[in-house]
């Protein structure tokens, strides 16, 4: 079993930046990547970005340029630095670890992007 927290997110106007961090407890070996997806109201849940153990990345287009995905592997802790943000980016921001047999999904985080 895999649990993860994640925290950070709050209100931004445009152009301003955010910082996600999620925590991951419990069988972290077993994981095999990590990520961030979001889901805005009325739409379906989507890949954000994720980070594999062998460190390779993976972004969505919308955010290519803007938002990085980094890792610390001594606090088991993955991050979302968020710039350059825009009213479109307003979400809830869920944390996802993957095994080889599961996807483990933390709580949510409002992010909210002002115009």
């Known amino acids: 079993q895999v649990q993860v927290v994640e925290s950070g997110g709050g209100l931004v106007q445009a152009g301003g930046s955010l910082r996600l961090s999620c925590a991951a407890t419990?069988?972290?070996?077993?994981?095999?990547?990590m990520g961030w997806y979001r889901q805005a109201p009325g739409k379906q849940r989507e890949l954000v970005a994720d980070?594999?153990?062998?460190?390779?990345?993976n972004y969505a287009d919308s955010v290519k340029g803007r938002f990085t995905i980094s890792r610390d592997n001594g606090k088991n802790t993955v991050y979302l630095q968020m710039n350059r943000l825009k009213p479109e980016d307003t979400a809830v921001y869920y944390c996802?670890?993957?095994?080889?047999?599961?996807?483990?999904w933390g709580q949510g985080t409002q992010v909210a992007v002002s115009s």
């Open positions: 996802n670890a993957k095994t080889r047999y599961s996807n483990y």
């Open positions: 419990g069988s972290i070996f077993s994981i095999n990547a």
């Open positions: 980070i594999t153990r062998g460190g390779t990345t």
